[in-house]
């Protein structure tokens, strides 16, 4: 009579329903604007790649650049001015980059001092269904006279506006532009490392790359400018100055299938089997 081996069988049973498969990272969604060609201005990017980069819910735009504040040197930054653009930086290669800043309607580009924090920058949305563990990365630079601070947000919800939650130490900016070169620096959140699940299989996850105030500066009160001190920082002038993008990508691992009901009924049958012939033997 031929004797199963139980635990080669229950191996074979758990490979067939892919329970012993590893974990794969996908991209869910990219913005790689060195691959869009010059196209200005472009407040709304395409994603460029990723398993979710024709969804619906992958969406990039910028924030509080349309506003009607009036600076003290007398400009109201009202209109929005994001574009893609040719930078020479070295480090880039290049490539095109996204850039957010304001256009005044008198002169300069420069983002308001009027602006409540976490009110200007930009965001990216996507769904992150059938994935787990999602980690977020972008390169990005500031112009010497952009803002240095920025402070990282998720939504599980994106149509909560009240849902934006901080995560992530608060970032310095490092100065790059088309003029002085420099290097174009990589920030990275891992949702998962952080213990933070709730962004797993999320059909409607954002994320926001927005100014912060400056913590030395007035009290945590004013933005700082990007070329100033981190000790003694300088206000910002809203006059110029601006954030460049080279690449966001959002990724995750593929979720575990769920063991299907007639494999569990198999393994416990083969389990049985495997009880039966060892009390036989004895």
């Not at 349309?66 to 880039?92: A, P, Q, R, W």
């Not at 996204?98 to 309607?105: L, N």
Request: glycine content about 12%; proline content about 3%.
């Amino acid at each position: 009579m031929t004797r199963i081996n139980v635990p080669a069988a229950i191996s074979l049973v758990l490979v067939a329903c892919g329970a012993g498969a590893a974990a794969q990272a996908d991209t869910i969604a990219e913005w790689n604007f060195g691959t869009l060609g010059i196209t200005a201005p472009d407040n709304t990017p395409a994603a460029t790649n990723g398993v979710a980069a024709s969804s619906a819910a992958t969406t990039a735009g910028s924030l509080g650049m349309t506003n009607t504040y009036t600076e003290s040197n007398g400009n109201d930054v009202s209109t929005t001015y994001d574009d893609i653009l040719v930078d020479t930086d070295s480090t880039i290669g290049n490539q095109d980059v996204w850039r957010i800043r304001g256009a005044g309607a008198t002169s300069g580009n420069g983002w308001s001092t009027n602006a409540p924090e976490y009110s200007q920058g930009a965001q990216f949305t996507t769904t992150t269904s059938g994935y787990n563990d999602i980690v977020l990365s972008f390169n990005w630079a500031s112009t010497a006279q952009g803002v240095q601070n920025m402070q990282v947000q998720y939504n599980t919800n994106v149509n909560n506006a009240g849902g934006w939650t901080n995560v992530g130490a608060l970032l310095v900016a490092t100065i790059a532009n088309s003029s002085t070169g420099g290097t174009f620096q990589t920030d990275t959140i891992d949702f998962g490392a952080l213990g933070i699940t709730s962004v797993n299989n999320d059909a409607n996850f954002g994320v926001r790359l927005v100014s912060a105030y400056n913590p030395n500066l007035a009290g945590g009160t004013e933005y700082a400018a990007a070329n100033s001190s981190l000790t003694v920082p300088a206000e910002y002038n809203n006059n110029s100055g601006n954030w460049r993008f080279a690449d966001v990508s959002i990724t995750g691992t593929v979720a575990p299938v769920p063991l299907p009901a007639a494999a569990w009924l198999l393994l416990s049958g083969l389990g049985g089997l495997g009880l039966f012939g060892r009390r036989r033997s004895a």
